[in-house]
């Protein structure tokens, strides 16, 4: 059964830094798209970030240059580094896949987690 | 930077049919795709590829494109069906979502 479990949310003050990880099972990380998309409270969906099955990653103009997303083979584990945060940062993190069959330059999710609550006051 | 623009909340009586729409630029080049997503929950795809419906989706769920507009269908509306829809598309840089339907059932 394919499961991703997000974890490592909480609060942070602003300038701060955090990450997140995203365990994966039922399927091989390395094999997927895999992403980071975030809802701030009360508001919509926003992607934030991708990395390829090919490793190569991109990222929203919001967060470029200060969020970094990655993964662990070994663990079947996804990341995402978040340096410098901002209190507009605030937000629901869900990991989602991407199916394999959809990997290409659009692509949607089949499988997300239940989130992780990142909180950064000012 | 690119947007999909949907109808803030759309309202039903149980039985009838749903009609949520999403308009963007690229939508005539680019599939969209469609989430349901109930208070306290992560979304769930109901709609792939404009008009795909995964494994374990009601019938009553389906997809059509004209143009630079993609309609979400709901038809015989179910007081379940009550969620957040949002659509979503491939922009330059990723994948970009709409700003979301509240779906009421009256």
């Known amino acids: 059964e394919v499961q991703v479990v997000e974890s490592g949310g909480g609060l942070v003050q602003a300038g701060g830094s955090l990450r997140l990880s995203c365990a994966a099972s039922g399927f091989t990380v390395s094999s997927n798209y895999m992403s980071w998309v975030r809802q701030a409270p009360g508001k919509g969906l926003e992607w934030v970030s991708v990395?390829?099955?090919?490793?190569?990653?991109n990222y929203a103009d919001s967060v470029k240059g200060r969020f970094t997303i990655s993964r662990d083979n070994s663990k079947n584990t996804l990341y995402l580094q978040m340096n410098s945060l901002r209190v507009e940062d605030t937000a629901v993190y869900y990991c989602?896949?991407?199916?394999?069959?959809?990997?290409?330059?659009?692509?949607?999710?089949?499988?997300w987690g239940q989130g992780t609550l990142v909180t950064v006051s000012s | 930077s690119y947007e999909l623009t949907q109808p803030p909340s759309v309202s039903v009586s149980p039985g009838q049919t749903a009609r949520i729409t999403c308009s963007g630029d690229a939508l005539p080049k680019q599939y969209a795709y469609w989430y349901q997503q109930k208070p306290g929950q992560a979304p769930v795809l109901v709609i792939y590829?404009?008009?795909e419906r995964p494994s374990g989706i009601p019938e009553r769920f389906s997809g059509s494109s004209s143009g630079t507009t993609v309609t979400l269908t709901i038809s015989g509306v179910q007081a379940e069906d009550e969620a957040d829809y949002y659509c979503q598309s491939a922009d330059n840089s990723g994948t970009v979502f709409g700003g979301g339907t509240q779906l009421t059932v009256l």
């Open positions: 590829k404009d008009n």
């Open positions: 990395i390829y099955s090919a490793g190569s990653t």
């Open positions: 989602a896949r991407v199916p394999v069959a959809a990997a290409g330059t659009s692509y949607y999710f089949d499988y």
